[in-house]
T-cell receptor, first 113, second 114 residues
């Protein structure tokens, strides 16, 4: 089956620093989604990417859909304490399959004051 | 509005109890999902409903019984659960179940089986 490798597994950064995380797959996806999850809460959709090469921003967040369709990255600029949480990438095959999202294993982000 | 609501927020139940989890969305989405999530792991798909019909059951034990009364509501009936079923249960919805549509998650129900 499809697998996503998400890295790094965890990050400890100073407030104000930039963050980068990425996901790679052995399979092609038609859509990449990035979620953030706070403890005890459900994942919140941050950015959705639909086209290879697409670069999309949402405030301090920027994500890109890799040209090969097998990877995506998420950047967070000027981190703040509320950025703490687990970030999940998720790939989606858009047609011919109802096997929906394939999730990465998550990146645990800690922002130090 | 991209809100999916879930009740209850927390649930503690014994292994002989019967309980239900509820999920609701009013975004006009026609696909709804149940996921199970263990601590610091990604969500694992359990069931998919498409246009109020069960379209995917990911080999979930029969002690979990989903129900979709209408296009806005999704229930998960629980009976004779095991302690290892303790987890965060997430509901999600999307416009459709096939094609490139974003899934929106609810806040989850934290289930503890004693």
């Amino acid at each position: 089956g499809q697998q996503l490798n998400q890295s790094p597994q965890s990050m400890f950064i100073q407030e104000g620093e930039d963050v980068s995380m990425n996901c790679t797959s052995s399979s092609i996806f038609n859509t990449w989604l990035w979620y953030k999850q706070d403890p005890g809460e459900g994942p919140v959709l941050l950015i959705a990417l639909y086209k290879a090469g697409e670069l999309t921003s949402n405030g301090r967040l920027t994500a890109q859909f890799g040209i090969t369709r097998k990877d995506s990255f998420l950047n967070i600029s000027a981190s703040i304490p509320s950025d703490v949480g687990i970030y999940f990438c998720a790939g989606q095959v858009s047609s011919g399959s109802a096997r929906q999202l394939t999730f990465g294993s998550g990146t645990q982000l800690t922002v130090l004051p | 509005d991209t809100e999916v609501t879930q009740t209850p927020k927390h649930l503690v139940m014994g292994m002989t109890n019967k309980k239900s989890l509820k999920c609701e969305q009013h975004m006009g989405h026609r696909a709804m999902y149940w996921y199970k999530q263990k601590a610091k792991k990604p969500p694992e798909l359990m069931f998919v409903y498409s246009y109020e019909k069960l379209s995917i059951n990911e080999s979930v034990p029969s002690r979990f019984s989903p129900e979709c009364p209408n296009s806005s509501l999704l229930n998960l009936h629980l009976h004779a659960l095991q302690p290892e079923d303790s987890a965060l249960y997430l509901c999600a919805s999307s416009l459709r179940d096939r094609g490139s549509y974003e899934q929106y998650f609810g806040p989850g129900t934290r289930l503890t089986v004693t």
